[in-house]
Structures are given as C-alpha cells and as structure tokens.
C-alpha cells in the first residue's frame, strides 16, 4: 500500500541555519504530494504542495520538488526563524476523493 | 471568516464512557475527515464522508462511530469499545473533483484524556 516516510525528529537548529526535512514515498499511480506543518497546540495547515513529476511547491520561504525518479519530497529551508518551530507531515493522495496518507512527522526546534 | 471548529479543545472522561466530539464548517465543503493523531504515529484516518447521510470506514474504525445529517457538521463518538481512546482527534474537510488534488483543510483538535 501507499506510505509515507520521513526522518525522524526533533531536529533542532540554530536562527538562520538551514533545514532539510528528507521525505519519500511509495504509492501506485501518480500521487500528489504534500507539506503540511502544525504549530503546537493547533492543527495543521497546508504548506505546500505538488500535483505531478518535476513541480516546485513553495511558501513562506519554503521548497519542495517532487522528484519522481527518486520517490522524494524534500522540505527546505534557507534560514530558519524562530516562529519556524513545529511539527512538520509530509502527505500523498492518490485517490480523486481526497484520503491523505501521512509520515510520522518531524518536530523542527529552532533557538535563538 | 470561513473555518472548521472542533470543540471542546480538552475533554476528560472515565473509561467506559461514550464521548462526542463535535465538528462543524462553513467551508461549504462536501467532504469531512476525523483523524486521530498520536506521538510518532502521523495521523491515521478514522472515518470520511463525501455526502450527507452516507460515511465510509478509514483505516482505524473500531471503537468509533460518525453520523452525517447535515453538510456542515460531523461528530465523532469515542464508544467505550475503543481500546485506547487517549489521543488528539483532527477534524477536516475538502471540495470533491474539479481539480487533480483535493486539498484538506483542518480543524484546531479536540485533545481527549480518558481516566
């Protein structure tokens, strides 16, 4: 079945530093894929997203490129702030209703 | 402003109890999703609904049931069946078709503790 893989958290980094969240998947057809972040307490919100081979999502300064031919969907970020620090998923969707297949999560701590 | 509320945010109860979690949106959106979260386990999918008056078995059903009479609401009952309901609970809805991806748009959570 489809699935999701992230590495594992927390990740902790210095204001400024750059960050990479390593995210790959294995699912049948085509999927969508997804960067959602959730902020403590709270649910999550859709960061970014991609619908097919070889798109860039990005927002709030961060990227991902769904590269087919490695099944991966990599988090990044240039210089990481404060406000940053929080639980992020990467998800697939394969089926045209809308069912989401989450990774565990990383947890990204960012110090001053 | 358009959104999904889930209340209440913390919910105690004694094992052996039933709960209900509620879930309304004026999103206008056809679809609705429960999701239980869990440390280091993501988010797994309890039930959905596409259309009212009809919901379907996500990946973790037993121990919970939905109801879905009206468009804008979709609680969630925790029954006493559920082995280990302690958890926080994701409510989410979306549009169906029109585009190849169907984005989900989530709840603030509803966290509950049963002792």
């Known amino acids: 079945g489809d699935s999701v893989t992230q590495m594992e958290g927390p990740v902790t980094l210095s204001e400024e530093a750059f960050l990479t969240i390593n995210c790959t998947y294995t699912?049948?057809?085509?999927?969508?894929l997804f960067w959602y972040v959730q902020y403590p307490g709270e649910g999550l919100q859709l960061l970014l997203k991609?619908?097919?081979?070889?798109d860039k999502g990005s927002n709030k300064g961060f990227e991902a490129t769904y590269r087919k031919e490695t099944t991966s969907f990599h988090l990044e970020k240039g210089s990481v702030q404060v406000s940053d620090s929080a639980v992020y998923f990467c998800?697939?969707?394969?089926?045209?209703?809308?069912?989401?297949?989450f990774g565990a999560g990383t947890q990204v701590v960012v110090t001053p | 402003d358009g959104g999904i509320t889930q209340s209440p945010k913390y919910l105690f109860r004694k094992e052996g109890q039933n709960v209900t979690l509620s879930c309304e949106q004026n999103l206008n959106h056809d679809a609705m999703y429960w999701y239980r979260q869990d440390p280091g386990q993501g988010l797994r999918l309890i039930y959905y609904?596409?259309?009212?008056?009809?919901?379907q078995k996500g990946d973790i059903a037993e121990g919970y049931s939905v109801s879905r009479e009206k468009k804008e609401s979709f609680p969630l009952t925790v029954t006493s069946a559920q082995k280990n309901p302690t958890a926080f609970y994701l409510c989410?809805?979306?549009?169906?078709?029109?585009?190849?991806?169907?984005?989900?748009?989530f709840g603030p959570g509803t966290r509950l503790t049963v002792l």
């Open positions: 609904s596409q259309i009212v008056n009809d919901f």
């Open positions: 991609a619908t097919k081979a070889d």
């Open positions: 989410a809805s979306s549009i169906i078709g029109g585009r190849s991806y169907n984005e989900q748009f």
């Open positions: 699912a049948t057809g085509y999927p969508s």
């Open positions: 998800a697939l969707q394969t089926d045209s209703w809308g069912k989401l297949q």
